[in-house]
T-cell receptor
């Protein structure tokens, strides 16, 4: 299957700092990537849809100024958590679809566990 | 609001038994349905997808879809301890096909006891 790589896997930061998470599709071009957040024992919650070359589409209740998404190329999307606070501590997962042969399947990155002290 | 509902469990079955996982969805126009498995601390991995009413089998896994009842299930035969994980049901609720978003249920925690 297609490979999506996410980096870093773990990050610990101080409150008030910004953290950038990268999501790369390694063997296919992804015009659309999705960013999810998952709190312990909760399901995946879609934060935003990242579109290559255009602005991301955010889900209701997600602050676009706090969670900056950049999708500058067909293989890379980044999520920056700005001015992070302890309540932003979560498991962030990106995913991508291989839209050329769209089956609905999402290929997930390994996830990034953010801990804000 | 478009929703995907799952019994959160935990569902506990003995090794070798059949595990049955159920999912209902609210949007009657949904076209594609997915089962993902998620081990603790890991990201989800796809087990199966199904588009048409009826059964679809892949090894020990069988997905069942009933669009009239808005119901999709996953059966795991000969359950193994390594099957212990959270199983997420996901639905593409955009019947127009232009939206590639999936809506996930909260997942069912399955424990297979040796």
């Amino acid at each position: 299957g297609a490979v999506v790589s996410q980096h870093p896997s773990w990050v610990i930061c101080k409150s008030g700092t910004s953290v950038k998470i990268e999501c790369r599709s390694l063997d296919f071009q992804a015009t659309t990537m999705f960013w999810y957040r998952q709190f312990p024992k909760q399901s995946l919650m879609l934060m935003a849809t990242s579109n290559e070359g255009s602005k991301a589409t955010y889900e209701q209740g997600v602050e676009k100024d706090k969670f900056l998404i950049n999708h500058a190329s067909l293989t890379l999307s980044t999520l920056t958590v700005t001015s992070a606070h302890p309540e932003d501590s979560s498991f962030y997962i990106c995913s991508a679809s291989r839209l050329v042969d769209w089956t609905g399947e999402l290929f997930f990155g390994e996830g990034s566990r953010l801990t804000v002290l | 609001q478009k929703e995907v509902e799952q019994n959160s469990g935990p569902l506990s079955v003995p090794e070798g038994a059949i595990a049955s996982l159920n999912c209902t969805y609210s949007d009657r126009g949904s076209q594609s349905f997915f089962w993902y498995r998620q081990y603790s601390g890991k990201s989800p991995e796809l087990i199966m997808f199904i588009y048409s009413n009826g059964d679809k089998e892949d090894g020990r896994f069988t997905a069942q879809l009933n669009k009239a009842s808005q119901y999709v299930s996953l059966l795991i035969r000969d359950s193994q301890p390594s099957d212990s994980a959270t199983y997420l049901c996901a639905v593409n609720m955009d019947s127009g096909g232009s939206n590639y978003k999936l809506t996930f249920g909260k997942g069912t925690l399955l424990t297979v006891n040796p």
